[in-house]
């Protein structure tokens, strides 16, 4: 069965230091993609990006940045020169390749970020 | 961009009462899912809906639960007899073709049942 684990619940930053957030996901299957997703306080799901099991190749869009290792089994994010704007909770999920698309979340990461 | 279109925003109910929760996907998608988010917690897979069937269900979508698609473009939840317990936040959720199309979330109907 597969599993998101993010085991940081709540992280808290000063305005213009780096954070990254961990995830760590189980899965049985060769094919498979990975999410991140932000909920901002006004409770939307926001799409970060989505990651397919074949592309280790790390993302960098803007000061978001991605680090996928199947070694580890790890995707984590990274935010640079965070702002208060990037207060939020940040999910994690995994979709595998077989059945019909169904996402499974980890439990989120709070990022609170402070003037 | 299209977005996934949800109704109403909030909802408040009596406990026992039937809601029916409602979802416009973007029009040339054929993947559709409800995902629940209770206070605090993590977001959780209910059921997917293809080819006016449903292809696949959590163990929290119960009898209580049903899904429907009943004019070709909305998509609805109906929790029959709602308890306590179902105050969640519901996301509707629709996709192109499966998971590698990415899904595309609507903004959510929060369900507080007294």
């Known amino acids: 069965a597969q599993k998101v684990t993010q085991a940081q619940t709540e992280i808290s930053v000063v305005e213009k230091e780096d954070v990254t957030l961990d995830c760590v996901y189980e899965t049985r299957d060769t094919t498979y993609y990975l999410f991140w997703y932000k909920q901002p306080p006004s409770g939307e799901l926001v799409f970060l990006i989505r990651r397919n099991s074949f592309d280790e190749q790390n993302e960098i869009s803007g000061r978001y940045s991605w680090n996928f290792q199947k070694s580890t089994s790890s995707f984590n994010f990274t935010i640079t020169a965070s702002q208060v704007v990037d207060s939020a909770v940040y999910f994690c999920a995994l979709s595998e390749h077989s059945g019909y698309s169904t996402l499974t979340f980890g439990k989120g990461t709070m990022l609170l970020v402070s003037p | 961009e299209p977005e996934v279109t949800q109704t109403p925003s909030h909802q408040v109910t009596q406990m026992g009462q039937e809601v029916i929760l409602r979802c416009v996907p973007i029009?040339?998608?054929?993947?559709f899912y409800w995902y629940r988010q209770i206070l605090g917690q993590k977001v959780e897979f209910l059921v997917s809906?293809?080819?006016?069937?449903?292809?696949?269900k959590s163990e929290i979508f119960d009898d209580q639960f049903s899904v429907e698609r009943p004019d070709g473009s909305n998509f609805t939840l109906k929790i029959r007899s709602t308890k306590l317990e179902d105050s969640a936040m519901y996301f509707c959720?629709?996709?192109?073709?499966?998971?590698?199309?990415?899904?595309?979330f609507g903004s959510g109907t929060r369900l507080t049942v007294v």
């Open positions: 029009s040339n998608h054929l993947y």
């Open positions: 809906f293809y080819n006016n069937e449903i292809s696949e």
């Open positions: 959720a629709s996709s192109v073709g499966g998971q590698s199309y990415g899904y595309t």
